[in-house]
């Protein structure tokens, strides 16, 4: 595993980046004005009550519209993960941190796709959301380096006759509600961390 390094930030006085962001604005037109479903255990499900979700921008402009949850959305979103927690706690540390390497792998991939949606989402100039989508990578490269490092727990002092150890474990559910001002790296931040450490989420952006 290469040592961790920040996500290098877009160069816009290069040409190539900028026709490759315009590139990023058409593929993310493709999707726009779509209904965007609740995913509860894989399973996507639309509901008649929806939030418009338009570009700050320009308010003519639809992103796309939004489920809403029902308490009882929620409550099985929680059952679901209770139950997932039992087995995800379970799966290698490396495993885990495995899944967002690849993650990170797949956002920088689409980096000027991510970066175009913020744009339309979040109504982000053009270096500040590629700055979101370069942090939200850094969340994903930092902390599966940080599982591996302390998959072990750390060393702690023994008398003769003792065998102490010092662990970490998973805890169990969390419910992850993140800020509008950064759509990508503080939800996907804040989620990961409690993923990559064998916990299961519930996810509000």
Do not use: C
């Amino acid at each position: 595993m290469i040592p961790y390094k920040h996500e290098p930030l877009t160069d816009f006085s290069n040409e190539e980046n900028r026709r490759a962001y315009e590139q990023g604005f058409s593929i993310v037109k493709e999707y726009l004005g779509q209904e965007i479903p609740l995913v509860i255990g894989g399973e996507r499900i639309y509901t008649e009550d929806k939030m418009e979700n338009f570009n700050p921008s320009n308010r003519e402009e639809i992103i796309g519209y939004v489920s809403k949850a029902t308490q009882e959305h929620a409550e099985k979103a929680m059952q679901v993960a209770q139950e997932t927690f039992e087995t995800w706690r379970k799966v290698k540390p490396e495993v885990r941190a495995d899944i967002l390497f690849r993650a990170a792998a797949i956002a920088r991939r689409r980096k000027f796709e991510l970066s175009a949606l913020l744009s339309k989402e979040a109504g982000k100039p053009w270096p500040e959301a590629d700055a979101d989508v370069a942090e939200g990578i850094d969340f994903l490269e930092y902390y599966g380096r940080q599982m591996i490092a302390m998959k072990d727990g750390v060393p702690v002092a023994q008398r003769p006759g003792e065998d102490n150890r010092f662990s970490y474990i998973p805890l169990g559910v969390g419910v992850v509600i993140s800020p509008w001002n950064f759509a990508f790296a503080i939800m996907a931040g804040t989620a990961v961390a409690a993923a990559v450490t064998g916990n299961t989420v519930l996810l509000k952006p």
